[in-house]
């Protein structure tokens, strides 16, 4: 509503409309990296310690590592080394990390480290991008998608 993240105030997790949300895996692969034990942090406050909060690192069969951050405090339901096919159960959204507000950070590298990694460019099979069809789309900042089923 009017382009805010949040309802009421924005003061706790509560009020934004991501937090608690479920989170499906966007491909079939091997999760490779779990990490669910990092508090959620006050909207406004971060944890720089461990910038990428909960998190969990799907490798895909094109060797390719997708990076999922900020997930709720123990909300993961998968572990390290189980194979997850798309649309399988990850978690709930959270505020975790070095995160100012709920939501979801999505990313793909080239490797599994975070810290030696260089960035993938992502595309969608098929989604809805400000009211239109698109196939094999890579968003840009400020669109707003919906998935379509």
């Not at 003061?11 to 966007?26: G, H, M, S, V």
């Not at 990313?107 to 975070?114: A, D, G, P, T």
């Not at 992502?122 to 069809?133: K, R």
Request: hydrophobic letters at 30%.
């Amino acid at each position: 509503e009017e382009g805010k993240s949040y309802r009421s105030k924005g003061k706790t997790n509560d009020e934004y409309y991501a937090f608690n949300q479920k989170l499906y895996a966007p491909c079939d692969g091997e999760v490779v990296l779990v990490v669910d034990g990092i508090k959620d942090n006050v909207p406004g406050m971060m944890d720089p310690y461990f910038a990428p909060g909960n998190t969990v690192i799907i490798k895909t069969t094109n060797k390719e590592y997708i990076v999922l951050c900020h997930f709720k405090q123990w909300s993961i339901r998968v572990k390290q080394g189980q194979k997850v096919k798309t649309g399988k159960y990850l978690g709930r959204c959270g505020n975790s990390g070095n995160s100012s507000e709920p939501h979801l950070h999505f990313h793909i590298q080239n490797v599994e480290n975070i810290n030696f990694a260089t960035g993938i460019k992502c595309y969608f099979e098929l989604l809805s991008v400000e009211g239109a069809i698109k196939k094999d789309y890579s968003p840009v900042q400020k669109e707003i998608v919906e998935h379509i089923q």
